[in-house]
């Protein structure tokens, strides 16, 4: 049998049965099960804390204030009521989160929130809904004339944008935000788990017997093609998983932050399109190609398992920068620090996938960037093959800048 | 046939092989010998391709040794390592399947070697549960399973107990019989007398002495001259052989270092005459004393 595909397979049955990849599989679903459910779950207990009022006061202003508020608000009852509720007051109203009394002085709205707690009281939106009735006391003109006036209807239309409205735009980035994640999260785990492979072959001795018996290149390809498989593997998981537990649906209900991020899986059906999933998959590889292979060739440097954390450290700064640069990416795609980066390798992967999922980028530029990463593969492979095939023989004090540029030239 | 000719490696400002040649025979078993860092382990990585020489050649019946062929050798390194989690019947397997095999080929090698080395009763078990001596067992079937042409064996006898190294030593000779040529180095030289058909002495990087026992035994320029008693008047005799130095007493014997060229009966004569003589042993050097005196250890 080739000894590639030995290896491919060997390591597939090794590392799938790992407790680190069971684990990394379980937390996973545990934690994207836990974003989309936990806002549901919690939601009633959320609604009851911050959304729900008891409106007190004259009725003539509780009627017409309730008619004002309930776009924002939800009225469990109007009552006379004015002095100071008590907290039982309170959760006999439904667990209402305060009692926001309404009254008139000087032809003015006065208000007086009563809140179960400080941080609801939210004045810019109390004082936005209650305007039209508060000008109404001081211009005698109608409640609801004056709120249809304040009514400017606003249009928004994007510039060199390929999304269609604010809801497309703003769906598309909460879903390019969590692929991003995901793109993080999977090329570093996995490619650390290459690193922690090559490290213990090499520190446990076997490496010497596993040279000695196949080409160095196709163990490190073996490892790394399995490493890719499992990424996969574990990847389709949690997206699976993330699709059948947000039951699909294609948009936030209600329009609130906890809302939309439950949505963003059953969203990225509706809003995601085939080149965001062609960028995803291409990025992903080459970006988890160009790490995994630098990891395993740092990794055969260590003569002990405790030095890779100083080993990996210079690794992940750039991965970690990429991520922040990409994240600004999402929301200036075509600064320059981000359209420069994205033509840079072990970065690109980051920035170049942000740009695409949330803006029109240039295909040449997606071209150049793939052809750029393409060649980075290659070279990195040849160089990683190199100190890997080296390194992996090499015990004792950890070679100097000059060694390893000599192995990089012979 | 495997030829080595004229190898040389280095490591930044270290040579760790200067020039060693050295022909085996197929089906030979050849003992590769030399001190501490006289560059054993380096030739034989060269050979198994782990590393690459500087300079020289190396070929296996007559063609360059390339990574094919190198799939039908097998190697038994000094530092032995396992995978710990994986189980002994899987680890021969996969090592029988790195150097080629295939099923049901692969699990009938695996579990022959099981047998062969008494591991039936960890055969599920993961490797790192065995004891070392078990876990070597299981090395040698993962460096053999596949019955390699040629198997390079790095100090296999060293942290052996008795019971291990004659199981080994028996596995080796079997492995022998069969065909398959052997490389060994080795420390423990009364194994190696044993086993090893053919020797080659290294020091330094360079070859200072190789050949079967016998063609080293006639190299050598003296023999050890064993006379009993150890009396005074057989001292005054054997002192007065030119170039003849005292090595020391022996359960009432006298050993002498003397000349090969030395007339032996000359001086048997001799010593009759001076006393009563009750032993007079010429003995051949062993591979021990070759080998003290190839190294200048």
């Not at chain 1, 520190?203 to 080409?215: K, P, Q």
């Not at chain 1, 630098?294 to 991965?319: H, K, W, Y």
């Not at chain 2, 005074?232 to 005799?237: H, K, N, P, Q, T």
């Amino acid at each position: 049998m080739n000894a590639f595909i030995t290896v491919l397979s060997a390591e597939i049955m090794r590392r799938i049965r790992s407790r680190p990849f069971l684990l990394g599989v379980a937390l996973g679903i545990f934690a994207i099960a836990l974003m989309i459910k936990a806002p549901a779950l919690l939601g009633g207990a959320l609604t009851h804390a911050s959304d729900a009022i008891v409106l007190g006061g004259p009725p003539a202003l509780t009627s017409r204030g309730a008619e004002l508020l309930k776009k924002d608000f939800e009225i469990e009852a109007t009552t006379t009521k004015t002095d100071a509720p008590t907290m039982q007051y309170l959760d006999s109203h439904n667990k209402a989160g305060a009692l926001v009394v309404l009254g008139a002085a000087n032809r003015r709205l006065t208000v007086t929130v009563y809140a179960r707690n400080l941080s609801f009281v939210n004045r810019k939106t109390l004082k936005t809904d209650l305007m039209p009735l508060n000008l109404a006391m001081s211009t005698s003109a109608s409640v609801a004339a004056i709120d249809s006036s304040m009514n400017i209807p606003i249009v928004v239309q994007g510039v060199d944008t390929k999304f269609t409205s604010e809801q497309a735009s703003d769906a598309a980035q909460a879903i390019a935000y969590t692929l991003l994640f995901f793109l993080y999260i999977s090329i570093l785990i996995n490619s650390q788990l290459v690193m922690t492979s090559v490290a213990e072959e090499k520190t446990s001795r076997i490496a010497e017997l596993l040279i000695a018996s196949v080409n160095p290149t196709s163990l490190l390809a073996g490892k790394i093609a399995a490493a890719a498989v499992l990424a996969v593997i574990q990847m389709a998981s949690w997206l699976v998983v993330g699709y059948f537990l947000s039951g699909g649906t294609s948009a936030p209900a209600h329009g609130s932050d906890v809302q939309s991020a439950s949505a963003g899986f059953g969203a990225i059906t509706a809003n995601i399109s085939q080149l965001d999933i062609f960028a995803f998959i291409a990025y992903f590889v080459l970006g988890f190609l160009q790490l995994s292979t630098l990891f395993a060739a740092f990794a055969s440097m260590i003569n002990r398992t405790e030095d890779l954390g100083s080993v990996q450290m210079p690794l992940v700064m750039p991965v970690v920068a990429a991520l922040f640069i990409a994240i600004y990416a999402l929301g200036f795609p075509n600064s320059p620090l981000v359209v420069a980066t994205s033509f840079i390798p072990i970065i690109s992967p980051f920035t170049m996938f942000a740009r695409i999922a949330v803006s029109v980028v240039p295909l040449w530029q997606i071209a150049v960037s793939l052809l750029i990463n393409i060649a980075a593969v290659y070279f990195i492979a040849i160089a990683a093959g190199k100190i890997y095939r080296v390194g992996m023989m090499l015990y004792g004090r950890p070679p100097k800048l000059s060694q390893m540029w000599a192995t990089l030239r012979g | 046939m495997l030829s080595v000719e004229h190898v040389r490696k280095s490591f930044g400002n270290l040579t760790a092989v200067r020039d060693i040649s050295f022909k085996i025979e197929r089906g030979a078993t050849f003992g590769l010998l030399g001190p501490n860092g006289a560059g054993k382990t380096t030739t034989m990585r060269m050979i198994l391709g782990i590393l690459t020489p500087d300079a020289g050649s190396m070929t296996w019946d007559g063609a360059r040794i390339d990574g094919k062929m190198r799939r039908r050798f097998g190697y038994l390194p000094e530092e032995r390592g396992l995978y710990g989690k994986m189980k002994v019947r899987e680890q021969i397997a996969y090592f029988g399947r790195l150097h080629g095999l295939v099923e049901p080929e692969v699990s009938k090698r695996a579990d022959y070697w099981i047998e062969h080395l008494r591991l039936g009763d960890y055969a599920s078990r993961p490797t790192g549960e065995l004891s070392k001596g078990n876990q070597q067992k299981v090395q040698v079937a993962c460096s053999a399973v596949h019955e390699p042409e040629l198997l390079v064996l790095d100090e296999p006898f060293s942290g052996l107990d008795p019971v291990n190294a004659d199981m080994l030593l028996g596995t080796l000779k079997d492995l022998r019989s069969r065909g398959t040529t052997l490389v060994l180095s080795s420390h423990q030289m009364w194994q190696l007398e044993d086993l090893c058909t053919e020797f080659t002495i290294i020091s330094n990087g360079e070859n200072r002495a190789s050949g079967t026992l016998a063609q080293l035994r006639a190299e050598c320029p003296t023999r050890v001259l064993r006379v009993e008693p150890a009396s005074g008047a057989v001292r005054g005799v054997l002192d007065r052989v030119p170039g003849a130095r005292a090595m020391g007493n022996e359960n009432g014997a006298v050993d002498y270092e003397v000349a090969v060229a030395t007339p032996l009966p000359e001086i048997l004569r001799e010593l009759v005459a001076a006393d009563a003589i009750t032993r007079f042993e010429s003995i051949e050097p062993s591979l021990h004393d070759i080998y003290i005196r190839a190294t200048g250890a």
